[in-house]
C-alpha cells in the first residue's frame, strides 16, 4: 500500500518556475514506478513524467521535454517535479501517481494523490 500526497502548486507567471513534490508512505516506495500526470478542465488525465525506482531512468511528455525535470530520493521517500519556463497551457491539477510496471497510461498506475493545482498566468 503506498499513500501520495503532493505539495507545491501555485499561481505562477508565464517563464516561472515551480518544484512539485510528492511524499509517500509505504515501505515499499523504492520499488514503484513514479509518474506525474496533469488533468486541465475539458481534458483527459495526461502523463507529463515518470521516473523508475532506481532513479536511472525518465520519461517525458513531448510538451514539457526540456523545460520539466523528474526526479525522486528513495530515502526521503520523496519524488520531485521542476516546472521551469512555464507556459500558460501548463495550467492543469497535477498529480503523482505510483505503479508496479513502467507505463505512461494513467490506467496503469494503482495509487494516486489528491493533486495540486497549478496556474500559469500569461
Known amino acids: 500500500q503506498v499513500q501520495l500526497v503532493e505539495s507545491g502548486g501555485g499561481l505562477v507567471q508565464a517563464g516561472g518556475s515551480l518544484r512539485l513534490s510528492c511524499a509517500a508512505s509505504?515501505?515499499?516506495?523504492?520499488?514503484?514506478?513514479m509518474g506525474w500526470f496533469r488533468q486541465a478542465p475539458g481534458k483527459e488525465r495526461e502523463f507529463v513524467a515518470g521516473?523508475?525506482?532506481?532513479?536511472?531512468?525518465?520519461y517525458y511528455a513531448d510538451s514539457v521535454k526540456g523545460r520539466f525535470t523528474i526526479s525522486r530520493d528513495n530515502a526521503k521517500n520523496t519524488v520531485y517535479l521542476q516546472m521551469n519556463s512555464l507556459k500558460p497551457e501548463d495550467t492543469a491539477v497535477y498529480y503523482c501517481?505510483?505503479?508496479?510496471?513502467?507505463?505512461?497510461?494513467?490506467?496503469?498506475?494503482?495509487?494516486w494523490g489528491q493533486g495540486t493545482q497549478v496556474t500559469v498566468s500569461s
Open positions: 509505504g515501505r515499499t516506495f523504492s520499488r514503484y514506478v
Open positions: 521516473i523508475r525506482w532506481s532513479g536511472g531512468s525518465t
Open positions: 501517481a505510483a505503479a508496479r510496471i513502467w507505463d505512461s497510461d494513467p490506467r496503469g498506475y494503482d495509487y
